[in-house]
Structure formats: C-alpha cells, structure tokens
Antibody
C-alpha cells in the first residue's frame, strides 16, 4: 500500500525557518518524481514544486523559489521541504504527493494527509 | 502563469442528479507533443485531495464511472452522472502543461 506521511509542521515565528519531511512507503521511492502542494486555511490548492528521481531536476513556483528548497533522500525514502523567511502568508496545510509522469500523463496519484504550519508570533 | 477558471463556484445537487463543472484555461493546455495535462481532483471535507480524472478524460483506477471528463485546449468539463452522497466536497482542475502548474479555485458540491 502506498503511504505518504508528512511531519515537521507546527507553530513558528515570522522570519524563522522550518523543515518538513514526508516519509514514503509501499512503493519504490527512487522511481518517482515527488511534489509539494499547500493549502491556506479555507483556500484552494497551490503547487509549490517538484523533484525528480535523482534530484537533478527541481522545479518551483516562481514566487516561492527563493524561500523554499525541495530535496530528497532516496536511501531514507524521504522527501523534504526546507522553508525559510516564513511569513503569515505561509500558514497552510502542506501536502506531499507522488507524481506519475510518463507522456501523455502527468498527475499526482497519491497524497499524504498533510501537516499544518502556522506562522505567528 | 496559467489561470484556470472554474464555474460554478458552488453547485447544489440532489442525489441522482447529473451535474457538470467547467474549467477554462487562460491559454491552451495542448503541449508541443500533442499532450494535454489537465486533471481533476476531489477534496472531501477534512481529507486530502484525491485524483479522479487525468489527462482530460482518463478515469483513475477505483473511481466510479459516473465521473467523466472531456474537453480540449482551453475548455474542459467534469461530469457526474448521478450524484451520490460520497461525491460531496470541492472539485479542482489542475494543469501541468505549463510551469508553474496551477489549480482552479475549486467548485464546492453541496446537497440541495
């Protein structure tokens, strides 16, 4: 069974940094692109970025590129999201998701339950 | 960035009713290879999103066949043929043809 579990969320002060993790199991982690999506309270979904199997390609939404860093450890089957200079606008549920990509298909086929990040003093 | 406009923002339906959701893109989602990366997701209350339809019209495994997708280039539609109670939630279209990938604002399906 494919399982994704995010962790590392919580309350953080403005301007500080936080690193989220996503533990993957039930599939061959190093065969898949992975991605991060966030959802502010009561709002819609926002794509943060994605990383390929060997970390040689990492794509970000431009507005977050200078604040967020996506990485992965294939030996630990874990995806990471390093967030810096956090502001109230970063308060959201953060989801990791597995990417299925093989033309003509690209989609998120499995999602984690999400981890809540609250930025507040 | 590609803007996906979903209509209506809210949809009230009775059980058994058929409904449609529109997703219009600010630019064509047909890429240079002739592929269209437009997906539909459902987020039930308190849950993570789940994939329903990928690449316009392909039904994800395990998703009931009352869901169907259609469209091309800039106009796409998700149809539910006979709403059931478990279908309630927010529906999102998402495009992955043009980076950065973007989602529609969502359509909330409620019981009338």
């Amino acid at each position: 069974e494919v399982k994704l579990v995010e962790s590392g969320g919580g309350l953080v002060q403005p301007g500080r940094s936080l690193k989220l993790s996503c533990a993957a199991s039930g599939f061959s982690f190093n065969d898949y692109w992975m991605g991060w999506v966030r959802q502010a309270p009561g709002k819609g979904l926002e794509w943060i970025g994605e990383i390929n199997q060997d970390s040689s390609t990492i794509n970000y939404t431009p507005s977050l590129k200078d604040k967020f860093t996506i990485s992965r450890d294939n030996a630990q089957n874990t995806l990471y999201l390093q967030m810096s200079k956090l502001g109230s606008e970063d308060t959201a549920i953060y989801y990791c998701a597995r990417v299925f990509w093989g033309a003509p298909y690209w989609y998120f086929d499995f999602w984690g339950p999400g981890t809540m990040v609250t930025v507040s003093s | 960035d590609v803007v996906l406009t979903q209509t209506p923002p809210t949809l009230s339906a009775t059980i058994g009713q058929s409904v449609s959701i529109s997703c219009r893109s600010s630019q064509s989602l047909l890429d240079s290879d002739g592929d269209t990366y437009l997906n539909w997701l459902l987020q039930r209350p308190g849950q993570s999103p789940q994939l329903l339809i990928y690449s316009v019209s392909n039904l994800e495994s395990g998703v009931p066949n009352r869901f169907s997708g259609s469209g091309s280039e800039t106009d796409f539609t998700l149809k539910i043929s006979g709403v059931e109670a478990e279908d309630l939630g927010v529906y999102y279209c998402m495009q992955a043809t043009h980076a950065p990938y973007t989602f529609g604002a969502g359509t909330k399906l409620e019981l009338k």
